[in-house]
């Protein structure tokens, strides 16, 4: 089964990348934008039929390894 | 000859090419990234260094500033371009030469002295060269070339490569490969070979106290074949 | 929120502290003041255990322009120029998230650095991590080595030079100290003393967000198992917009608008505007409406406190605001005018037309608390009396293949090939020699920077340990050819309040200061770390210094690796064989105690300024320091790198080669000379009553040893090499 992961930085943590690309997209005309956050999305095909037993498996990854908690939050997204 | 760098904000190499091209001849000037127009030149570098921090993918910020305009449209009537490391990443994410810029094999910066052995002659910038292995120097995350197999046999049926990592008698192989590129490619043509972008530094190496001096014998042939 | 001893000690101020800050404001201060008091008292910003030893350091000279101070240490290099440096510790952000604590450190020293109107020129690091067999080691090695990295190659600043150590005091508590030079015109030096009243007080660069409050707190607490709630703490480095600030910064110094300019590091806007102000002794208003904020809804506090990157503070010449506002939007950073300067000797701060705060500079700055920790004594460890037949059965080329592989003698070429080294196009002596060798743009002169620590040496007995880490700097200096100027020194212990650990600092301090000054190589600037600990363990003492020199012709610099096969090979300086604490004593006898080796302070000067006289006459081909390892590591090194093979023959009235070898005497170099200068050399080291040894020959390959002991080069470069990369794949 697959589960899909979205690391994000934390709300209050800065997003130095996100910056940019929001002056870069104002700067291209794109002036409606409010503010970009960039993050990572993961795409984990697990050996588990049970969706709540994938999407465990998956949040213990995100805890583990994938999302640097310090700055990082995770987001378990869908199943499929 | 007159020059042009382009100053990109995070460009950092900068200063470095604007010392190299004025020692060996060139009346070099440097242009603002927001400028529209580009001064009338011989040559455009567009230099080393980390453009808008290489956040998102490196170059991809660089390639929309308002100058790239007045580049492409440099390049397209048949002005010499020359990238250098971040200058390659830019011309690849603008589309003048083809291909894409991946993170190094081994996911670390690297920075050192490599060789490079130059294919291509039929060109204004490797022409006339009395060696055909350079000791050029290497500093950069993100210098893995990569291409669909479509694209590399354009590539090689052009005749588009223009410098191969290799070791100092020219043999390419993987121990001679830094960062993981195809074939071993260090640096690349557009069909019309007006436009050069490679990841190593030639300006890095232009006094004997530096790491070498092969990039000495790079920028003055460089400047007699345009002259 | 009312303010009460409980929440007071919660920001980590001690009951009798906050019982002083009531006497002094004659009131109890409201939240915002306590926060301000908490960041300027704790002891990262008010050096209180500190700054009584501190005093006794040398800090003047004929060279020195700048002592410690101000944002760094500024020295004369002769013409119109100078070099800004210092180095700082990140310690403790680095532990908890290594990539962005190590990436910050290095934006932190830049910013100090050109903070003062100099252009970066070069970056150096001493780092230290626990035990290789820790679990945790490998990963913070590879995250600050990344993090460094990440930042000073982007900024495009070589990082071309710095010291890398394991040892197992440092399993949870990891030492990560970065230094950095810029290079400034005499006439052109900026201080962060304000002047003049209803002067505009600037705020530039980044926007506050809520990264790292209390992250000077942070740094003077110790680690205990509650780590994980101290997490959100950490700032995230952004080394594009620090670029962007640094290149503004210099184009508007090239003018005259500048009153007085200090980053926001430690504290942010309040270490900064309290500093500027004491300096000035003026008073200080601030609007904190009109600073850039990220976040939404933040309070007075939070901007007070936040320790976001990238951001400083300038006092302004009145009517300079639209220019320097012109040259902010040109590198599309935040700008805004936030305040002005006052007559009334306070901070006075405001939000939504309210006061917030108001505090006399003098009470957070010259009436912050001073303590004369109580601090014990070390005594000078018995020397071991080692079994000299055992010592005799070890084979001589199996043991050097121990040495040269392990942690703390092994290449670090892994490392420093991550960092870039060669941007600027003046990097003439590469990370790997005994220092960076930097040439000043365009002239003939040249910079060499290093960076060291002795960790071993200082915890066996500090007070040598203090002055041999200092001797160990100056002589890098003198092999590569550079006249001795000035050291910054980062001093990393643990709990001051220990006197076991204070008395280490103590003495460590003492003998810091009697190198210095017997060396006449002063100190300008330098950090001190303390708490550096896990619950009850300290590290072990780690003063790093940094030294800085001065080679006036960059042809005549020096390197390490032998370059003439017939050269003659001479030890310079006396060995008497000391083992104990050597790296020889703790890999191949397992033995930890002893005394370590004695610094003489006469030799260790005469040495170093005799051989400067040698290389100045050309006689020299090669150098290197004898340190880590002996003599045998040195000459290997130097083999490696010049591809030549030796042959030695110890002096015969020795008694055993294995001390010969591997004992750790200071005040020793190897120098190459060729045959027909060996008179001349020798003339000039015995009329200076130097000694010397004559060991032996470079030959075209193979390290030999009385004919008995052979080694190839490929084969010393295989230990010397492999080790970090094997252990990092």
């Excluded at chain 1, 969706?51 to 987001?75: F, G, H, R």
């Excluded at chain 3, 002094?24 to 209180?48: D, Q, V």
């Excluded at chain 3, 594009?240 to 508007?252: N, Q, Y």
Aim: aromatic share 8%; with cysteine.
């Amino acid at each position: 089964m697959k589960v899909s992961a979205v690391i994000t930085l934390k709300k209050d943590v800065l997003d130095p990348q996100g910056k940019v690309i929001h002056e870069t997209l104002d700067g291209m005309g794109f002036n409606s934008v409010n503010e970009v956050r960039q993050g990572k999305y993961f795409e984990i095909d697990v050996k588990e039929n049970d969706p709540k037993k994938a999407k465990d498996l998956v949040e213990s990854m995100c805890k583990k390894l994938l999302a640097n908690l310090v700055i990082e939050n995770y987001k378990i997204i869908e199943t499929q | 000859m007159k020059s042009s760098v382009i100053t990109f904000p995070g460009s950092n190499c900068d200063r470095d090419m604007d010392v190299a091209l004025s020692k060996f001849g060139f009346k070099n000037k440097m242009v603002w990234h927001n400028d529209q127009e580009l001064p009338k030149s011989d040559l455009i570098v567009l230099p080393g260094g980390f453009s808008y921090g290489d956040y998102l993918r490196c170059g991809s910020m660089a390639s929309k500033s308002k100058i790239m305009h007045s580049v492409i449209n440099f390049a397209k009537s048949g002005g010499l371009v020359m990238g250098i490391c971040n200058g390659f990443q830019i011309l690849v994410e603008s589309g003048l030469v083809p291909g894409v810029l991946l993170r190094n094999k081994y996911l670390q910066f690297i920075c050192k002295n490599v060789h490079v052995k130059v294919d291509n002659e039929e060109n204004s910038f490797f022409k006339n060269l009395d060696k055909k292995v350079l000791e050029f120097h290497i500093a950069h995350n993100e210098g893995n070339y990569f291409c669909t197999s479509d694209q590399l046999k354009e590539i090689e049926d052009n005749n588009q490569i223009a410098i191969y990592y290799c070791d100092k008698n020219g043999n390419t192989n993987d121990q001679t490969n830094p960062n993981g590129s195809i074939k071993n490619i260090a640096g690349i043509f557009n069909k019309e070979k007006n436009v050069l972008g490679m990841m190593p530094h030639p300006e890095r190496m232009i006094d004997e106290s530096l790491s070498g001096e092969d990039g000495s014998i790079f920028f003055k042939n460089l400047l007699n074949n345009i002259k | 929120m009312l303010v009460n001893e409980k929440i007071a000690i919660e920001h980590g101020l001690k009951s009798d502290e906050y019982k002083k800050i009531c006497k002094l404001l004659k009131r109890t201060p409201n939240i915002t003041e306590l926060g301000i008091f908490s960041a300027m008292w704790n002891e990262h910003c008010s050096y209180k255990s500190s700054r009584i030893h501190l005093k006794k350091l040398p800090t003047k000279g004929k060279k020195v322009i700048q002592g410690p101070g101000e944002n760094a240490g500024v020295i004369d290099i002769e013409d119109s120029d100078a070099i800004v440096f210092k180095i700082e510790s990140h310690n403790h952000p680095s532990f908890i998230e290594p990539y962005q604590g190590a990436a910050t450190g290095v934006g932190g020293i830049m910013r100090d650095v050109f903070t003062m109107g100099a252009r970066p020129i070069a970056n150096l690091n001493s780092i230290h991590f626990g035990s290789p067999q820790n679990k945790k080691t490998k990963n913070l090695l590879r995250g600050v080595v990344h993090g460094i990295g990440g930042y000073g190659n982007c900024m495009g600043v070589p990082t071309v030079g710095g010291q890398t150590s394991f040892d197992s005091s440092y399993n949870g508590n990891i030492l990560v100290n970065a230094m950095t030079l810029g290079l400034v015109k005499k006439n052109k030096i900026f201080y962060s003393k304000a002047a003049g009243l209803n002067k505009p007080v600037i705020y530039v660069g980044s926007k506050t967000g809520r990264d790292g409050i209390h992250g000077a707190s942070m740094a003077s607490a110790s680690f205990d198992d509650k780590i994980e709630e101290k997490k959100p703490t950490v700032q995230v480095g952004d080394p594009f917009t620090e670029k962007l600030l640094l290149e503004a910064c210099l184009e508007l110094m090239a003018g005259d608008s500048i009153i007085a300019i200090q980053d926001m590091g430690a504290a942010g806007l309040t270490s900064s505007s309290i500093e500027m102000a004491s300096k000035g002794n003026l008073g200080i208003e601030i609007d904190l409406s009109k600073v850039p904020c990220r976040e939404s809804n933040m309070t007075p506090y939070e901007i007070m406190l936040s320790e976001s990157q990238e951001r400083m503070l300038i006092i302004l010449e009145n009517g300079k605001e639209d220019l320097a506002k012109k040259i902010f939007d040109k590198w599309n950073l935040d700008f805004a005018v936030i305040g002005k300067t006052t007559n009334t000797k306070n901070i006075e701060l405001f939000f939504d037309q309210k006061q917030v705060a108001k505090i006399p500079v003098n009470t957070l700055v010259e009436n912050s608390p001073m303590y004369d920790r109580k601090w014990k004594k070390s005594k000078l460890p018995k020397k071991i009396k080692h079994d000299r037949s055992k010592l005799k059965n070890l084979k001589i080329k199996e043991t050097l293949k121990k040495i040269l592989s392990s942690p703390n003698i092994c290449s670090k070429e892994w490392i420093w090939e991550q960092y870039d080294h060669t941007v600027m196009g003046d990097t003439i002596q590469k990370p790997g020699g005994d220092s960076g060798v930097i040439r000043i743009h365009g002239t003939d002169k040249a910079v060499a920077a290093t960076v060291d620590s002795s960790a071993t040496y200082c915890w066996a007995h500090p007070l040598t340990g203090g002055k041999q880490v200092v001797c160990e700097t100056w002589r890098n200096l003198i092999s590569v050819g550079a006249k001795p100027i000035a050291i910054t020194n980062c001093l990393n212990f643990g709990s001051p309040e220990k006197e076991e650990n204070m008395g280490e600092f103590v003495e460590c301090v003492q003998g810091i200061g009697e190198a210095c000054k017997y060396l006449e190589y002063p100190v300008v600037s330098g950090n001190v770390s303390f708490y550096n600990q896990t619950k009850e363990i300290g590290i072990k003492p780690t003063p790093a210094i940094g030294g800085v020199g001065l080679i006036k012709d960059y042809k005549k610099m020096i390197t390490m690796n032998f370059k003439g096969t017939g050269n003659q090979i001479l030890v310079i300086g006396k060995t008497e064989g000391h083992i104990d604490q050597s790296l020889f004593a703790r890999v191949i006898l397992n033995e930890k105690n002893g005394p370590p080796p004695e610094v003489n302070l006469f030799n260790e000067k005469n040495n170093g300024e005799t051989l400067l006289n040698l290389i100045d006459k050309n006689y020299v081909k090669s150098a290197h320091d004898v340190s880590l390892g002996g003599i045998i590591t040195a000459i290997s090194k130097m083999c490696i790198k010049g591809n030549k093979g030796v042959e030695l023959k110890i002096p015969k009235f020795l008694i055993n080669e294995i001390e010969y070898f591997f004992a750790e005497d200071q005040g020793r170099y190897i120098i190459e000379v060729s045959l027909e200068d060996l008179k001349n050399v020798t003339k000039i080291l015995d009329k200076n009553s130097v000694h010397y040894d004559e060991i032996g020959k470079i030959i075209d390959k193979d390290l030999i040893i009385n004919q008995k002991t052979k080694v190839t080069i490929d084969e010393l470069k295989s230990y010397n090499t492999n080790w970090l990369k094997e252990y990092m794949n």
